[in-house]
């Protein structure tokens, strides 16, 4: 048992302003790792590491190795090439470095049976990694905007969620959740389905856990909302007591 369980967050390298610095900086909202302190675990960024090829492999498992659980988080969008698509005309943002690095560390992650959490974007990569594809823009398919409301302003979305799933059993039903992406899971191999909004958009997926998994019961699930962002942290505290009560193999 892991009283204060490390948690991996995924991080972006970008140029970020503070003080009197305007630098590259390894960055992700502080709101991850107040939300994974808020549930009594210790918070650990994971930058997008400078390695290629097996080395970038070789990372990733030794980071995964010294880890309890890991948050693939929120972002940019996932390069379509990833999944096989065309670019969308609103398709944007893209960082190979953070698809690389984080594909990375979910093959260390399902090779080690770690506890895997992914949040919007990073619910997005958990389906491609797993061969799935992508709505590239989801007003095409819903109608609206309300995901996405436009800047810095985040919307809300009412999932609803299967009785079964482990998400209803910390979080009940329904869920109102922050929300501000453009694009969602189309198809997701390998996961099933567990919270819809209202218009259809999957917002929640849990991994169906083949019989070869080194953790047969492993925590393993993708929410397309950002628990960070609200007062409910119920998927991130469900990871948090994932990798304190069922140690990784």
């Given at each position: 048992m ?25 960055i ?9 302190v ?16 097996d080395?970038l492999?070789a990372?990733?498992t ?11 988080a ?8 990833r ?5 969308h005309?609103?398709t944007?943002?893209?960082?190979p ?16 049976g ?17 061969g ?10 819903v ?23 482990r ?23 390998g ?7 209202a218009?259809?958009s ?5 991994r169906i ?34 990798a304190?009560?069922a140690?990784?193999?």
């Amino acid at each position: 048992m892991n009283e204060l369980p490390l948690i991996g967050i995924s991080t972006y390298r970008d140029e970020a302003s503070w003080g009197l610095w305007h630098q590259v900086a390894d960055i992700q909202f502080a709101q991850y790792a107040d939300a994974v302190v808020e549930c009594t675990a210790v918070p650990v960024l994971l930058t997008p590491a400078p390695a290629h090829g097996d080395d970038l492999a070789a990372a990733a498992t030794a980071v995964v190795a010294r880890l309890d659980g890991l948050i693939i988080a929120g972002g940019a969008d996932i390069d379509p090439e990833r999944y096989g698509a065309t670019p969308h005309p609103t398709t944007g943002g893209i960082r190979p470095d953070r698809d690389a690095w984080e594909l990375a560390l979910l093959d260390a992650a399902d090779t080690h049976g770690l506890p895997t959490l992914g949040i919007c974007r990073g619910m997005q990569l958990m389906a491609v990694h797993a061969g799935g594809t992508l709505q590239q823009h989801t007003p095409d398919e819903v109608g609206h905007t309300g995901h996405s409301p436009g800047g810095e302003v985040f919307g809300t979305t009412e999932v609803s969620l299967e009785r079964t799933s482990r998400l209803a059993a910390v979080q009940g039903d329904t869920v109102q959740g922050p929300c501000h992406h453009h694009q969602s899971v189309a198809t997701h191999p390998g996961f099933e389905v567990t919270g819809r909004a209202a218009d259809g958009s999957i917002e929640a997926m849990e991994r169906i856990v083949p019989e070869s998994d080194p953790v047969p019961n492993r925590f393993c699930l993708g929410v397309q909302w950002h628990p960070e962002m609200g007062p409910d942290h119920a998927p991130i505290a469900a990871l948090v007591h994932a990798a304190r009560d069922a140690p990784v193999e």
